[in-house]
């Protein structure tokens, strides 16, 4: 048996305990919907959670392809996200083609950026605002022009 593959895979199986912070109110929407599935335990149903969105993360672009869509952004103005946002978008004058800005209410701004590039100029603007500040939400819409 080859015993530096045996140890990689030991590796791969190693279960690392960890805690994170969560809202209490997302906690309990996130449990009571676990109810409605035979998932048997909270850590399986984040683990998964987990590999989904890393498998759209990675999935979101493939390198060299040429790609059409926009990146739809969920943010709270209050909290700086919209001159970073702003700043972000200047720095990609080449991958996007246009923005479309809607105040949703007091707080919340929708900002649809319209790109038209390589897919790994869309994954690298796409990773700079997601996680940031006052950031709630992104989701991409790409697609492959033939
Ligand atoms: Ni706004």
């Known amino acids: 048996m080859d015993t530096e593959q045996t140890s990689q895979e030991d590796h791969e199986k190693t279960i690392i305990r960890t805690g994170i912070s969560l809202p209490k109110t997302l906690l309990a929407k996130f449990d009571s919907m ?8 909270r850590s399986n149903a984040i683990r998964d959670a987990m590999g989904k969105w890393m498998a759209e993360f990675e999935g979101l672009t493939a390198g060299k392809e040429m790609k059409v869509g926009a990146l739809m952004v969920l943010y709270n103005h209050t909290k700086g996200a919209a001159d970073a946002l702003t700043e972000l978008q200047h ?20 900002e649809i950026i319209v790109v038209r590039g390589r897919g790994e100029k869309v994954k690298k603007l796409s990773s700079k605002i997601i996680g940031g500040k006052g950031i709630e939400e992104v989701k991409s819409l790409l697609i492959t022009p033939q």
Do not use: G, P
């Open 34 to 41: 676990l109810e409605e599935t035979r998932y048997t335990s």
């Open 91 to 110: 720095h990609f004058t080449e991958t996007i083609i246009s923005s479309i800005h809607v105040h949703l209410d007091i707080k919340k701004c929708l």
